[in-house]
């Protein structure tokens, strides 16, 4: 979403106090911003108005940590804003499950139905089957029938020249007999909404009675897409939301929008072409996206995977009493070396995703390797006491490791640097981790 936004909030969560004049230039900020991203303009008036109203009653302008706090609020509203927690996809008390997906011309209806199959299958073993409903375009149909041949899903077709709602009644018969647990029906799109077309998706939703119909919304649209929203929902009164393209979205206004104006939770997003390229939507997640927080959750959950809990505890515990060392430091490089490229993790943190220090970065695998012979050159004292390191010492480890002192002592001065950092980030202040990758 927005620059100014994540501007607004750095500039604030930079000031150790905040002034009423503070408070309305960052107001002024947030609802320019939030107009400048396209988000619905009651939307905003209604956002902005909830934020200022909290910010008044926390007292933050007596509070300990008055930016965080903000930073919080709004986090917090955003949230809330997109419908606090995930949804999840409707099912049906007897098989099958009926989805429909409907939506303008291009918005990715067919490409999603492939994800959305494609992750059924993966998640519930699942035995989806397609119902090929557009037949307003011939190619629809192929490309239909492409997407499901790389996920190994049928399709149920009966070319163009069938009314879609009789296809939609003899696909429903043919998934009953061979107990498909989930119908995926793709159906047509135009440009722009008309009475046509939304009578005939009105009579196959009155037909099969679908458990879920979802909205796919291209999110680059911006606010013609609330307005579409609107207008599919006013006539088909659609169960969810899928937005697409989001890899491609800058803005994210329609994200912030839709829930907001038609009440539909957003469900799933699109983030590229793949079959694989679908996730769930979180709303907190996209909240501290759009604040440049970084995607926590994300690399939190990431981290987990590879994460031995008990040694992660151990760490925080001795960053909180300032007793990290250099095995703790051997034992963090590994693990992280574990999680994947390491400008990826850093992007994640918070106030990282946005900082103009890290547009190239680019670190080098070979670099870990050359500081971790460094550390490992050293005897077990020294990892143990990091603060005995003198200059005679710090010749004996640029011979042990092979490394020039020059780097010997980058390596300290940047391992020193970072207990100080953890010691600032484990009291609750980030700014230390900005000024170690010089924000
Ligand atoms: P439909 O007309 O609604 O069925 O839309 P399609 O499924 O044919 O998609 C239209 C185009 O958008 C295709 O080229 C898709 O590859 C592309 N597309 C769909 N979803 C996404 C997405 O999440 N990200 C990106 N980058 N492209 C997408
Ligand atoms: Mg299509």
Redesign the pocket.
Known sequence: LTDRLQKAMEKLRRKPKVTEADLRETMREIRLALLEADVNFKVVKDFVKTVREKAAGAEVLKGLNPAQQIVKIVNDELTKLMGEEAVPLNKAPHIPTVIMMV??????????AGKLALRLKNENNARPMFIAA?VYRPA?IT?LQQVADQIDVPVFEKGIDVDPVEIVREGMEVAKQNHNDYVII?TA?RLQIDEQLMDELANIKELVKPNEILL?IDSMTGQNAVNTAQGFDNKLDITGVVL?????DTRGGAAMSIRAVTGKPIKFV????KME?LDVFHPDRMASRILGMGDMMTLIEKAQKNFDEEQAQETMDKMRENTFDYNDFLAQMDQVTKMGPLENIIKMMPGMANNPALKNLNLDPKQFAHIKAIVLSMTPEERENPDVMNPSRRRRLAAGSGRPIVEVNRMIKQFNQMRKMMKQVTNGNFNGMQNMFGG
């Open positions: 939506g303008l011309q291009g918005a990715g209806k067919t490409t999603t557009d629809a490309q793709d799109g796919v697409t393209k989001l890899d491609g699109g983030e590229g072409e390229d």
